[in-house]
């Protein structure tokens, strides 16, 4: 799991040791990602599947893409689709992933890039491995975060913010046992190159087997920590997790990973992603690809999406000729 490396991790600048007194945050519940597919068939994990909407703001969804190694022919994508409400955010860790969008954005990512999209008032997109890795095959390993966009946002112009991987903020903990890469947000001072209009941080750690982190974390943010790979154990009560589990923490100044001591031998590290934000609290109707405020500004959605109101394919960015609907399988939900 390269995204990105170093090779000493003791000449990055450290996260400091925790105050006297700090609250160290319990874990909540620690829930088990379902498998599935998504667009033309690549395998996902559901990482927020069985989590309250309320627990998770301000994200909605999140789907962790592989870890898979493609035979030749066997790389899949998205078809063309739209979307409206929020923002994705796609982390690629291993392999490579093209995105192309009607609003004139897109670009190629791998390997710790991040491309982040703000379908604000709507856009359409694809999201497909090029053509060099459907003929080769390869490792594919990556995720895909939504988070929630406030009313006063959700019809903001479209953007994207193409994030190179070495823009990433890199941070060790106090013993160097853990690499963090800070995509979005200020940790412990250090802020990620993640422009976002709900305040939040996302950090991918690597964490060594035995060694802790303890992480600095605002109070007024929620948190979650998702294992990609790996043992270990999250909160200061050290609950046990392992790959493909999402631990909800509760109240507190700090977030507290472990790794386990003993690793499987294809996952020398405990690999998470750790996500926290300041929750939005408005009322979600979600449905597909559009996640709005009331049912019928989703129907209203459907409705422009049909009349062609939330952009044109360009000519020159569909693959082989056709230009397909929505595919995505994302939960349908409303609270």
Same mark, same amino acid.
């Given at each position: ?16 040791? &925790?105050?006297?007194? /700090? ?37 909605? *969804? ?36 093209? *995105? ?28 497909? &491995? ?10 594919? *390993? ?125 996952? &020398? ?35 422009d999406f049909s009349a062609g109101r939330l952009g044109t394919v360009p000519a020159q960015r569909v693959p082989h ?12 939900? /409303?609270?």
């Amino acid at each position: 799991m390269p995204a990105v490396t170093v090779e000493d991790t003791t000449a990055l600048p450290r996260v400091p040791v &925790p105050a006297p007194r /700090t609250v160290r945050r319990r874990v909540r519940s620690v829930t088990t990602a379902p498998s599935g597919f998504e667009g033309e068939g690549f395998p996902v994990r559901r990482a927020f599947a069985g989590v309250d909407l309320r627990d998770l703001d301000p994200f909605i *969804h999140m789907d962790q893409m592989g870890e898979v190694e493609y035979a030749p022919g066997e790389p899949k994508g998205t078809s063309w689709h739209p979307h409206r409400g929020f923002e994705t955010v796609t982390y690629i860790i291993d392999g490579t992933f093209e *995105h192309a969008d009607s609003h004139g954005g897109g670009g190629t990512i791998s390997n710790g890039d991040t491309q982040w999209m703000t379908a604000g008032g709507g856009v359409l997109h694809i999201e497909r &491995p090029p053509e060099q890795l459907v003929v080769s095959g390869g490792l594919f *390993h990556g995720l895909q975060l939504w988070v929630n966009l406030p009313k006063a946002q959700k019809w903001v112009e479209p953007r994207y913010q193409d994030l190179r991987a070495h823009e990433s903020v890199l941070l060790a903990s106090p013993d160097a046992g853990a690499l963090l890469r800070v995509i979005a947000g200020d940790v412990a001072g250090h802020r990620g190159p993640g422009s976002t209009y709900t305040p939040m941080a996302m950090v991918h750690a690597t964490i060594a087997p035995g060694a802790s982190l303890e992480l600095p974390w605002r109070p007024d943010f929620n948190a979650l920590v998702y294992v990609l790979s790996g043992a270990g154990s999250v909160g200061i009560d050290g609950a046990p997790v392992r790959t493909g589990q999402l631990a909800l923490l509760g109240p507190g100044d700090t977030v507290t990973v472990n790794g386990a001591r003993h690793q499987e031998s294809r996952t &020398p590290a405990l690999d998470v992603v750790i996500l926290g934000g300041a929750p939005i609290r408005e009322p979600i109707a979600m449905y597909g690809p559009f996640v709005m405020n009331t049912r019928q500004e989703v129907m209203d959605a459907f409705t422009d999406f049909s009349a062609g109101r939330l952009g044109t394919v360009p000519a020159q960015r569909v693959p082989h000729g056709t230009v397909r609907g929505e595919t995505e399988q994302s939960p349908d939900r /409303t609270a």
